[in-house]
C-alpha cells in the first residue's frame, strides 16, 4: 500500500504523461473541477440563503409566545368578555410543562408598539421599555456589544439595572459608552449594565433594538403591576414537540384562570418553532437536492475522465506490452491507470473546491455591505468539504478500474504487435 501512493518514480511518469497531453488532461479535468465547483457553491448559497431567510423570518429557534385575550364562551357561571390577566404563579406552573425549558415572564408598558419616554442628560427618546428575564436571552438569540445582559441576582434583589438596545443608545447616548450611566424611565432612575443588538431583520430586529430591558421584579414594584404578567415567551427543550407543548400550556392556562377548553379566543399564542422547523425542513430538502444533483455533475465529469482513461490506454498498448513482457505484473498496470486516474481527479477536484470556496468568500463580502439581503454569510462547513473530498477519491479510483482492468488484460504478444 506504501508503494502505492510514495512510489516517485510512478508519480514522476504519471506527471510526464499528463505533460506531454497538456491540452487533453485540463480538458478531462474541466468536467471534474466544474462538477466539485457547482457542488460547493451550491450549497454554501443554499446555506447562505437558509441563514437569510430565517432572519428574515424574525424566528427564534424554540420559542413559543403566549398571551392573555378576552374570553369568547361562558364557563360555570362566567360570562364571555373576560379579560385573561396572568399572574406570577403561572411561571412555576409553565415551567412544569413537559418540553418546556424556560419561562421568560414579561412586562411592557402600553400596547405592543407602544413606547414609554426614556432620558438622559437631557436627551429624551421614545423607546420600548421592557421588563424582563434573564431566560430571554437564552430563548431570543442577542448579541452583547458592551457589559452583560440581565441575571439572576438583577432578580432575586429586584435591582435598578438596564439593559439598552444599540438603537436606543444611539438616541440618548449618540456614541458615548452607556455603561455605568443613568437613565430614566417615566421618572424612575436604573444604572446601564449592557447593551445589546438582535441580528433580525426587519420590525421585529428594529423594536428589539430600540428597547431598554429592566428587571421583571423591578418593573412590577417601580410600577405598580405587583403579581401581574403581560405574556410569556417559553424556551423548548432539544427535540420538543412544539405543537404539543402549546396544547399543553393551553390546557395548564385554562385551567389556571376558569377558561373554556373549546374557547381558542382566550388564549393568543404563535409558534416560532414550528414556523422555524418548517423552513429548515424546507431547506434541508434543497440541500439534499444539491448534493444529489452536484454529485451527479461530479460523476458526469469521473465518467469523463474514464473515458479518456480508456483512449489513453489504447494509445499506449504497445508501451503495456513492453512493460509486460519485462516482467510487469497485471496488478502493477492496474496501479499504474488507478494512480493517474486519481491524480486527475484529486487535481482538478481540489482546485475546484479552492475556486467554491473562494467564490463564495467573494460574495460573502459583498452581500455584507448590503442591507436587506436575502443572503447571511453563505459558506460551506468543513464536514461537507470533507465529505466532497472523500467522494473525489472514490470517484477517481472508480474512474480508474475499468481502463485499468481492460489495459491488465492485454497479452503482451499482441501489445508488441500493435501499432
Known amino acids: 500500500m506504501s508503494s502505492f501512493f510514495f512510489d516517485l518514480d510512478t508519480w514522476q511518469e504519471i506527471w510526464g504523461t499528463l505533460k506531454r497531453n497538456r491540452l487533453r488532461a ?117 448579541g452583547i456589544d458592551r457589559g452583560r445582559f440581565l441575571n439572576h441576582p438583577d432578580v432575586v434583589e429586584a435591582r435598578k439595572v438596564a439593559v439598552i438596545g444599540t438603537k436606543a443608545r444611539g438616541v440618548l447616548f449618540a456614541e458615548e459608552n452607556p455603561i455605568g450611566q443613568w437613565i430614566e424611565v417615566n421618572g424612575v432612575h436604573f444604572v446601564v449594565v449592557g447593551e445589546i443588538h438582535s441580528d433580525k431583520a426587519g420590525d421585529d430586529g428594529d423594536r428589539i433594538n430600540n428597547t431598554v430591558f429592566i428587571p421583571f421584579p423591578t418593573f412590577q414594584d417601580a410600577y405598580n403591576q405587583k403579581n401581574r404578567v403581560g405574556w410569556f415567551t417559553l424556551g423548548l427543550r432539544e427535540g420538543a414537540h412544539s405543537a404539543e407543548v402549546v396544547r399543553e400550556v393551553r390546557r395548564v392556562l385554562s385551567e389556571r384562570h376558569r377558561l373554556n377548553p373549546l374557547d381558542e379566543q382566550a388564549l393568543g399564542s404563535f409558534d416560532a418553532a414550528e414556523k422555524y422547523e418548517k423552513i429548515h425542513a424546507l431547506f434541508a430538502g434543497i440541500r439534499t437536492f444539491v448534493w444529489f444533483v452536484g454529485t451527479l455533475t461530479l460523476f458526469s465529469g469521473v465518467l469523463g475522465v474514464s473515458n479518456i482513461l480508456l483512449i489513453i490506454v489504447k494509445e499506449r498498448t504497445r508501451e503495456i506490452g513492453v512493460r509486460k513482457a519485462l516482467g510487469a505484473t497485471p496488478g502493477s498496470i492496474v496501479r499504474l491507470v488507478v494512480q493517474e486516474s486519481m491524480a486527475l481527479t484529486t487535481l482538478a477536484g481540489y482546485t475546484g473546491l479552492v475556486a467554491g470556496v473562494a467564490a463564495l468568500e467573494g460574495i460573502a463580502r459583498l452581500v455584507e455591505h448590503l442591507d436587506g439581503a436575502p443572503l447571511r454569510s453563505p459558506e460551506v462547513d468543513f464536514k461537507a468539504a470533507l465529505v466532497a473530498a472523500g467522494v473525489l477519491v472514490v470517484a477517481g479510483a472508480v474512474a480508474g478500474i475499468v481502463p485499468a482492468r481492460h489495459a491488465a488484460r492485454v497479452p503482451p504478444v499482441e501489445a508488441l504487435r500493435a501499432e
Not at 430565517?54 to 379579560?83: C, M, N
Not at 415551567?95 to 402600553?110: K, M, N, Q, S, Y
Request: proline share 5%; aromatic share 10%.
Open 26 to 142: 485540463v480538458l478531462t479535468a474541466s468536467g471534474v473541477f466544474w462538477g466539485l465547483f457547482m457542488l460547493i457553491l451550491l450549497l454554501g448559497l443554499g446555506r447562505g440563503l437558509e441563514r437569510g431567510a430565517l432572519a428574515l423570518s424574525e424566528l427564534a429557534p424554540r420559542a413559543v409566545y403566549v398571551w392573555g385575550q378576552r374570553t369568547g364562551l361562558p364557563y360555570r357561571g362566567l360570562q364571555p368578555g373576560r379579560y385573561v390577566r396572568f399572574e406570577d404563579e403561572d411561571v412555576a406552573r409553565l415551567r412544569a410543562v413537559p418540553g418546556v425549558e424556560f419561562v421568560a415572564a414579561r412586562l411592557r408598558f402600553g400596547g405592543w408598539r407602544d413606547n414609554a419616554t426614556v432620558s438622559h442628560a437631557g436627551k429624551t427618546g421614545a423607546v420600548n421599555v421592557l421588563g424582563d428575564m434573564p431566560d430571554y436571552a437564552r430563548i431570543e438569540p442577542l
